[in-house]
């Protein structure tokens, strides 16, 4: 009876961890999600000036809010999502709207796709 037990606390604590883990990437997802429209926003206005500060606030809020996810994320995907910022960044000082754009827009689709993808729920599970 006290292994079934143990076993039991030990499933919810695996499953609250992991509600928790979704639910601390929602928000940190959601806060880069905001950052991301506010530089593509600025772009859109032509605030270039606007758009480089925007976007080295998305780096400062990148290398804050997500220090933490390679310790449960695929370093793959952080890697990409550091590259396509940083290409966005280049692009941003260079004034360039089409190729700012258009990375700000994979990027954006990058970070809303990581908890979707790291959901407990049995598709993922299974």
Not at 72 to 92: A, G, K
């Amino acid at each position: 009876m006290k292994l079934l037990s143990c076993i039991g606390v030990m499933l919810g604590l695996l499953i609250g961890a992991g509600f928790w883990i979704n639910n601390s990437l929602q928000e940190s997802t959601d806060r880069l999600s905001n950052q991301i429209q506010q530089v593509s926003n600025s772009i859109q206005q032509g605030d270039w000036s606007g758009a480089r500060r925007s976007s080295d606030k998305l780096q400062r809020s990148w290398e804050k809010d997500a220090r933490w996810w390679p310790v449960v994320l695929d370093h793959q995907e952080i890697d990409n999502i550091e590259f396509t910022m940083s290409r966005t960044s280049e692009y941003v000082r260079n004034q360039d709207p089409a190729l700012a754009q258009g990375q700000l827009a994979e990027l954006k689709l990058m970070v809303e796709h990581i908890p979707r993808k790291e959901e407990v729920n049995l598709e993922n599970i299974l």
